[in-house]
């Protein structure tokens, strides 16, 4: 961490510094440019001791140069983390699909969405029991009832299945029935929660929240690696931006980024980063373009109606044409799908 | 909610649309403009019916035009909420002030603390004994303990507490000891949590979350008191947007927008809120002349740094005097401090 | 546009409201629902009507229902504009590339990347002759010299070029140079410059400003076409959000979006989008995945730093590298490199 | 501006990078760390040095640590300045108010509410002859007759006026009429028309732009300063964020930010900060208590509504309630109305 000091700051704000930084256990390497004096901060530094740094007196900024993050850097881990599933792996060479209903309705619901996205090429099951809602008077998920159903869809196709936990009582009981946890976009910051599921014996799928920096998104990772569980990949949904013509803005540049900083596989879930089926496909193929390793898809069931919503809707018919198109593109980037 | 259709839209797509309003128990309501055909859905509509009726063929755009939330509008309660904690009432003509330290460390910091704002002319006392850090690595809170100082601090001060709770397996608990329980932003959409609180017998804070709309907090008021729990509060602690400047972006606006679309007691945030110290002062006055029922300031107690610390830092000193002027701008609007 | 009235509003405000909208030579048509009423606004409305009726008494909110763009909207041209230089066609099959320094600062440098640029692939030269600078103490371009270079560059190359016109003033002086005329995203609401370059009879290529929705970009758009040029490309370059690890958040959502409200080609800047050079390749692949119909990358000759850049630089190496990536995730998506 | 080198980076990319600091006449002074390796440059640093290092191998991050304003800058100038208009000084003791219509519409409607600013007790006129719409079909203003009518109203009322201009040909002619140029959000970061008004001889009122950082607006000044037009105050009018509900989110906190970072006087536009009438009042009050040197606020005439409109507009009898009210919290806060 750097100290800047203000321009025109006392011997006597100097010496106060330093003696309070030795105070705390760190030492100060003071280093005199032309027009500001910056202090080095040796020692374990910590994202919080920026804030308390810059209420001293002539500070006028404090510059972390260490990342806060460690366990999920690739500083750290050079090689990428490759997160099993069964016979699958995520994070390699391969492209995996992840597709289904938003949530679990009914039985008849699932079990025709999974075998359509099983024939289409799907990878893993999607599905929510617990059912994260703005509103407390929407449909808020069939719980177990709902894991009992994703239970049975798995039987019956083969596909694994992921689904998400909403609080850490739950993580038991959702870790019996799942493949892989999903800890959704409002729930990044959860921090117990975090800590439960990484305590979990389940691969984790981390969601961005929705005004979530990559850094706090990484540091959010660290906690469940932190806890022992190493299983864990990260998705990409969206964030909050001014664009009300999409219901978020999928910020396709995290993903080559989180490549860089981190070891960890990243998923890309243009459904919710979109909110509009007719961006869908496009999206999703701009996410395998720029590196994902998986794309995370809703499929809208609707048989009665697939024939009347056209091209905008993701239907069976539409999702395998997708299907087939990221292959196609995966291949352009010398990739191919699971 | 009105569907306004596709300019061109098909005969087709309209009957369709008719027919699929109907079996999901709406009516609709056609008007056929110049340039577009509008249908008003009649029935109890809910937020989450934008999403399915926009992936419709011939829809262009879906327009909520009743407030999804009921309980929290000024339409359902003309009348303003006043929440009582012991003495004083939050939500009348009366400005309250919480004060103390971000986190509760050591006896002697709370207890120092709670003393000097007590006397510099505090209402309640704030301290969070469960932290929500970005960071697995840095500090999380006393606990428990934590609580027990506070409970400490109230029988030394009298003043009433707040603290935070951070998962719904804590309510219990924290509701034993705290005055008023405090949702943080993080935890906003914490549905889960939202519900538990609703269900506590203790009056609530709710904290606006980084990224959220007026609506959507609103919305998560409405979980709370859809439980039971009317004696709720708002606090505005600021927005997430593209300035760096400043930690977060005070929306003080909000503070009047509240007091127009709901009855419930909004309190300011200025501390979180702006991140510097410096700007806090300045914050504060002007969350109260815009109508703000309460201020909630962190107070640094930094017994041995205190003189050195100088303006920009909020002291014990410091807060002596914006206490004073908070109380004079409160009576240039027409409201005392309480 | 649709006027929502407030619950509970007076006969006198509905009867008040409808007369003043009679004046101001518009008819109302009253829909009374259950909870509200709406009153369907038939004239030819604008934009800021939505402004002037929303201060009504008695009036909750205004809705409008026809875009309010219309020469540069799809509704009014369903065929795609074709914007020919030269032997391109840019809004066709083709994916075309624009590539080029950011600023043209001597002969050798412009020369040199030219003819790199035209070896690597690239159909269109760039280079800034007016360049904006957030500080007046920056580079601001050699001007007319520059055009000058940037015209010995095509003669030498047969290279069209693309160079940045920044205030009206210069339209003419800039359009006697190049072959299309760029208008920054600075200036994307600088709406005489938008006029002036109206009347020019060059392409133009109008960039996003970097707060601006889809709609206000259409609607400087339609400030060009509404004086008569039609030869109008779009260009996303990221917009400004909280995330500070990219200096822009590329909204690659966008492409499809303009893809489908608009006509006019859109092309896709990865370089100002992003900011990082080693993000500009997969967020350029990213773009074309999603349907862009060219690309403008900046390459950065340093010709005695090139070998030693590395991957993370766009050299002339890399820009060659990149050339090949995009013809095949064009053919990938059923397109080909212009 | 400070160097932080990448975890590992090489002997080779450390020389290297030394050897093209050199090159580019700057010293670099390096400083080894535990973790990393930091390189102060020094020299004449400018804000785009840094996305040139940032592209250099074995970097990781580059640090300003000086900022890039001189000039604008309360480090060059402790000193508040102030803007003499008439017998006006802004930026001194005095609030200052300055109201008006939005635009000038006709010569009633410009003289009626010059009028009754005047007796309501605000101290400059506002009224806009070029109007900046982001529509090409909606009013632009009418031009020099606009200006000719304030004119006249500062005649009839002994009001100065300030009045918008939005190209460079224009400076001189709105030069002419007005005794303060304003310079809109949108052109902010138009660079030439800041050359312009930095030569004109009259006070300049620099609105911040919808997505403009603090810093950004302070290099714009710095144009304006840097040309010798020393007369200038700042206008914070509310930035562009996710918030729906009002029309940008006024940034409350720039006003006391400014105040500290430069001596330049920072005036308040709740009207065009909020969007929405019934906000203009407590967002007025709450810029004041802020530190604001004024006010800007738009006053709708429409004599013939002024009764039904309600408390939500800002008619005649609004705004004299509300300069009541400013007197008054302007008072507590130390100050007093010019």
């Known amino acids: 961490m750097l100290i800047v000091m203000r321009h025109g700051c006392s011997e006597k704000e100097m010496s106060d510094l330093l003696e309070r930084l ?9 280093s005199k440019g032309v027009e500001r004096t910056v202090i080095g901060v040796v020692g374990r530094t910590y994202p919080d001791l920026k804030d308390v740094l ?14 806060p993050y460690k366990l999920s850097s690739r500083e750290f881990q ?11 792996t995520i994070g ?10 938003c949530a679990v309705e009914t039985e008849e619901q699932l079990l025709k969405t999974a075998h359509a996205v099983k024939a289409a090429g799907a990878n893993i099951l999607r599905g929510g029991a617990f059912k994260p809602s703005t509103s407390p008077y929407s449909f808020r998920g069939l719980g177990e009832d709902g894991l009992k159903l994703l239970d049975e869809a ?5 596909l694994p299945i992921i689904t998400e936990v909403m609080t850490p009582h739950d993580v038991e009981l959702v870790s019996r029935y799942t493949d ?28 961005r929240g929705m005004s979530a920096t990559i850094q706090e998104w990484l540091l959010s990772a660290e906690y469940i690696l932190a806890q022992g569980n190493r299983q864990l990949m990260l998705c990409e949904r969206g964030i909050r931006t001014f664009e009300t013509h999409t219901r978020n803005t999928m910020d396709i540049s995290a993903i080559p980024a989180i490549e860089r900083l981190s070891h960890l596989p990243i998923i890309a879930d243009p459904s919710h980063g979109t909110g509009k089926w007719y961006l869908v496909a496009p999206l999703a193929l701009a996410a395998v373009a720029a590196g994902a390793d998986g794309l995370m898809i809703e499929v809208h069931p609707s048989p009665d109606y697939a024939l009347k919503d056209g091209p905008q809707s993701l239907t069976f018919e539409n999702f395998e044409r997708l299907v087939a198109q990221i292959g196609a593109v995966a291949v352009s980037v010398g990739r191919k799908m699971a």
Chains 1, 2, 3, 4 share one sequence.
């Open 54 to 67: 810059e209420t001293l007196p002539g500070v006028d900024d404090v510059v972390p140069i260490t990342k």
């Open 78 to 88: 050079p090689q990428d983390t490759r997160v099993k599933v069964g016979d699958l």
């Open 154 to 158: 798995r039987k019956e196709t083969g």
């Open 92 to 101: 390699g060479e391969e492209v995996v699909v992840i597709a289904g209903p």
């Open 22 to 30: 030795t105070k705390m256990g760190f030492a100060g390497h003071v």
């Open 180 to 207: 892989i946890i999903q800890v959704g976009a409002r729930n990044m910051q959860n921090f117990i929660l975090l800590d439960e599921v990484g305590k979990a014996r389940k691969p984790v799928m981390l969601k």
